[in-house]
């Protein structure tokens, strides 16, 4: 029709494929973008950071992620995915490096962000973990939103710490 794609059209065929799993034709609209002159963004970025963790590529994601860090300032959507990805692959470990990476680049840390990472060490076995995290939190006067608070509820009964967790509720 004579009509340029947008960035957002790119996007948009990048997040419908990686959401059917056809994460090779979502690299190839990457690469199709760079060749028409249009740079990715963080959404660019997040989309097929995204598909590729749910579609159990981690370390292709992280690939990504590290190439994105020379083009593009990551949001904390960005970081969100790849530590959800992370603690639901079972990389706890990498997982906390890439929340003190999140802090350390000045990246907000939002309200989904703390409930990604408690609730990613109470599915990892790192229950008391959480709780020290949590208990951090509620001194630094966060507040939380239902989740969090069932969460932390139901890892306090895990643990046998009933009474902790009869005052939360």
């Given at each position: 029709f004579g009509v340029r794609p947008s960035i957002s059209t790119f996007n948009l065929l990048i997040d419908g494929y990686c959401l059917v799993g056809k994460m090779k034709?979502?690299?190839?609209?990457?690469?199709?973008?760079?060749?028409?002159?249009?740079?990715?963004?963080?959404?660019?970025?997040?989309?097929?950071?995204?598909?590729?963790?749910?579609?159990?590529?981690?370390?292709?994601?992280l690939t990504i992620f590290r190439e994105m860090l020379k083009k593009v300032t990551p949001t904390t959507v960005t970081y969100n995915i790849i530590l959800d990805g992370l603690f639901r692959a079972g990389r706890t470990v990498a997982a906390?490096?890439?929340?003190?990476?999140?802090?350390?680049?000045?990246?907000?840390?939002?309200?989904?962000?703390y409930s990604i990472v408690l609730g990613g060490l109470c599915r990892n076995n790192c229950t008391d973990e959480a709780i020290?995290?949590?208990?951090?939190?509620?001194?630094?006067?966060?507040?939380?939103?239902?989740?969090?608070?069932?969460?932390?509820?139901?890892?306090?009964y895990k643990v046998q710490r009933r009474e902790e967790a009869n005052d939360l509720f």
């Open positions: 034709k979502a690299f190839g609209v990457l690469d199709t973008m760079a060749s028409v002159g249009i740079e990715p963004d963080d959404i660019s970025y997040s989309a097929i950071i995204n598909g590729c963790f749910k579609n159990g590529r981690i370390d292709d994601g906390k490096k890439m929340f003190h990476e999140m802090i350390e680049t000045g990246t907000a840390v939002s309200i989904s962000t020290a995290f949590f208990q951090k939190l509620v001194a630094m006067n966060v507040k939380f939103d239902i989740v969090i608070l069932n969460t932390m509820i139901k890892a306090m």
